[in-house]
T-cell receptor, first 112, second 115 residues
Framework: GQQLNQSPQSMFIQEGEDVSMNCTSS?????WLWYKQDPGEGPVLLIALYKAGELTSNGRLTAQFGITRKDSFLNISASIPSDVGIYFCAGQLTGTASKLTFGTGTRLQVTL | NAGVMQNPRHLVRRRGQEARLRCSPV?????VYWYRQLPEEGLKFMVY????????ESGMPKERFSAEFPKEGPSILRIQQVVRGDSAAYFC?????????????FGQGTRLTVV
């Protein structure tokens, strides 16, 4: 089935560094979402993107919806220890009511 | 994800037994979605329900799996005759009648282990 590829798969960074991760698809999406999942918890929505080219910020997070509608990136500035977790992109396919296709995830670990 | 309650949080079943997973949506939400997450993978859509109706079950395995969202009570995901491959985390999300998924919240999940 449809799959979104995220990169990198995992990353170790130092506190205070900026982080960038991206998500690519072979299909067009009309909505891109970025989620964070902590161990043992469900995903929590961070940012939603609705239009190609859109750039949206939420605190230290910035995400962009690619012009081709087949990719998106998420940046985290000045990382802190609580940024640790798995970040998932998710796309909503054109024509579907609600179901999301999730990416493979980027595991972020922040060292002091 | 406040408000979506899933229980149990952890469930252990022997091969061949039945597993029942419950999801109580946020009060006022009439749309429920079930997703499955295998270890080290992203979530995969299973089924989308509204009260008393299955809207989209394109992600549900053809056999042994069923879901319902009755007029009263929680949504139930039922897995009959479980096998080891069913071991996964099962997440439920709910959204309001506007059906905008960005207003949906996920529960904490039920972790099913089949031994």
């Amino acid at each position: 089935g449809q799959q979104l590829n995220q990169s990198p798969q995992s990353m170790f960074i130092q506190e205070g560094e900026d982080v960038s991760m991206n998500c690519t698809s072979s299909s067009i999406f009309n909505t891109w979402l970025w989620y964070k999942q902590d161990p043992g918890e469900g995903p929590v929505l961070l940012i939603a993107l609705y239009k190609a080219g859109e750039l949206t910020s939420n605190g230290r997070l910035t995400a962009q919806f690619g012009i081709t509608r087949k990719d998106s990136f998420l940046n985290i500035s000045a990382s802190i220890p609580s940024d640790v977790g798995i970040y998932f992109c998710a796309g909503q396919l054109t024509g579907t009511a609600s179901k999301l296709t999730f990416g493979t995830g980027t595991r972020l670990q922040v060292t002091l | 994800n406040a408000g979506v309650m899933q229980n149990p949080r952890h469930l252990v079943r022997r091969r061949g037994q039945e597993a029942r997973l419950r999801c109580s949506p946020v009060k006022g939400h009439s749309h429920v979605y079930w997703y499955r997450q295998l270890p080290e993978e992203g979530l995969k859509f299973m089924v989308y329900l509204q009260k008393e109706n299955i809207i989209d079950e394109s992600g549900m395995p053809k056999e042994r799996f069923s879901a319902e969202f009755p007029k009263e009570g929680p949504s139930i995901l039922r897995i009959q005759q479980v096998v080891r491959g069913d071991s996964a985390a099962y997440f439920c999300a709910s959204s309001p009648p506007s059906n905008v998924f960005t207003e949906a919240f996920f529960g904490q999940g039920t972790r099913l282990t089949v031994v």
